[in-house]
Structures are given as structure tokens and as C-alpha cells.
């Protein structure tokens, strides 16, 4: 099965700043996935991150705000823009199963602070 | 997606089964049920899913009930580890996973496993 790497783990950061977090996958996919986890809620889905086309956003999260990059089948960035506080959660990548696992796979989270 | 409901929270001892409920009344008849855990600081985790049958893994049970409408998760012998978030997921599928077909992620049900 897939394994992710995901980074940074956490980081602290001022508002107006912009975050990158990076998500390294050991095996190609063709679909990747962009969650967000606010303090004490459940999964909420930003986008859909398919190589060589623009992300699919969900409704609510718009390209301005997290524009994403899918340069190749394992790895994809997302960015998180012009920070404020109500940004503060935690931000997930997520990959399909690949076959010989059933189940997504998901990273360990980038847990972000704005300030 | 067929939405599910889930009570919020359960405690269970360790050591005993867990059995956690899932009512997902709307399913369709293409909509698989799966089973997600989340483990605090980390990411989600798949534990199974099913049809209409009874599943069964090294980790869990999956109780489906005839008309389909609910289901319960069993974890037949609890340990303190298993306290995590689980969430029950119904979505179109043909049993693997699909490109494309995303998650959806409800309140799901906060596990307590205690000494």
C-alpha cells in the first residue's frame, strides 16, 4: 500500500503569510486528495488533485486561497494563502487505494497555527 | 452520498467487545459502507467496508443488517489503543476504489476503551 509523506508536520505562522505543505507518495496515483480538520471537528474535503488538469475544489475553498500543483503522480503541494487565524486546523493528504490494500491512505497531517 | 448518523461518543471496557452503530436509512443499493478510524494526531485509518454481507478482518466485524439501513462496526476484543474517532462512510463503489470517488467524512463516534 501506498505510504505518504507529508510535511511540514506543524508550523506556527503570522497572518498574511502563505504555508506550502508538501505530499510525497512512494507510488504513483492518479487521484490525490486535499482534507482540512478544523480544531475538534471531523474531515472537511478542499479539493481533488488529478495530474496535468486544474484541482476540483469543493464548494466553499476556492483556487485563490489554496491553489494546489500536481507536477507528477506522486506528489502534490497545496498552499494555503494570506493566513488568518480561522486557518488554524489541520491539513490532510489523501491517495486511493492502490489494489493490493483496500482503503484510502492518508498522510499524517500538517498541523498549522496562524498567529 | 447516503448521509449517516452516529451517536457522538462511547466508552467501552478493555478487553470487551465495542459495538458501534451506524444508521444510513437513504443508502442505495450501489452504495458500499465503510469504516474509517482516527487515532488522535493522525491521520485517518481504514478499517473495512461492505455491501450487504457480514465482513470480517484482522481488525474488525462489519454487521450489515438485511434491509441494509444500519450497520455496526465490533471490535471483539477492545484495547486501549483502539480509542480513536470512527467513522462510518456510505458511498457509491464496486468494491474497490475508485478514481475519483471520494470520502465524506460525517461527525462519526469518539471511542473511549478504559482499563
Known amino acids: 500500500s501506498a505510504v505518504i509523506s507529508q510535511k511540514p508536520s506543524r508550523d506556527i505562522c503570522q497572518r498574511g503569510t502563505s504555508l506550502t505543505i508538501q505530499c510525497q507518495v512512494d507510488s504513483q496515483v492518479t487521484m490525490m486528495f486535499w482534507y482540512r480538520q478544523q480544531p475538534g471537528q471531523s474531515l472537511t474535503l478542499i479539493a481533488t488533485a488529478n495530474q496535468g488538469s486544474e484541482a476540483t475544489y469543493e464548494s466553499g475553498f476556492v483556487i485563490d486561497k489554496f491553489p494546489i500543483s500536481r507536477p507528477n503522480l506522486t506528489f502534490s503541494t497545496l498552499t494555503v494563502s494570506n493566513m488568518s487565524p480561522e486557518d488554524s486546523s489541520i491539513y490532510l493528504c489523501?491517495?486511493?487505494?492502490?489494489?493490493?490494500?483496500?482503503?484510502?491512505?492518508f498522510g499524517s497531517g500538517t498541523r498549522l497555527t496562524v498567529v | 452520498d447516503a448521509k449517516t448518523t452516529q451517536p457522538p461518543s462511547m466508552d467501552c471496557a478493555e478487553g470487551r467487545a465495542a459495538n458501534l452503530p451506524c444508521n444510513h436509512s437513504?443508502?442505495?443499493?450501489?452504495?458500499?459502507v465503510y469504516w474509517y478510524r482516527q487515532i488522535h494526531s493522525q491521520g485517518p485509518q481504514y478499517i473495512i467496508h461492505g455491501l450487504k454481507n457480514n465482513e470480517t478482518n484482522e481488525m474488525a466485524s462489519l454487521i450489515i443488517t438485511e434491509d441494509r439501513k444500519s450497520s455496526t462496526l465490533i471490535l471483539p476484543h477492545a484495547t486501549l489503543r483502539d480509542t480513536a474517532v470512527y467513522y462510518c462512510?456510505?458511498?457509491?463503489?464496486?468494491?474497490?476504489?475508485?478514481?475519483?470517488?471520494?470520502?465524506?467524512f460525517g461527525e462519526g463516534t469518539q471511542l473511549t476503551v478504559n482499563p
Open positions: 462512510i456510505v458511498r457509491v463503489g464496486d468494491g474497490r476504489e475508485t478514481s475519483g470517488s471520494r470520502l465524506t
Open positions: 437513504t443508502i442505495s443499493g450501489n452504495e458500499y
Open positions: 489523501s491517495v486511493e487505494g492502490d489494489g493490493s490494500k483496500w482503503g484510502y491512505t
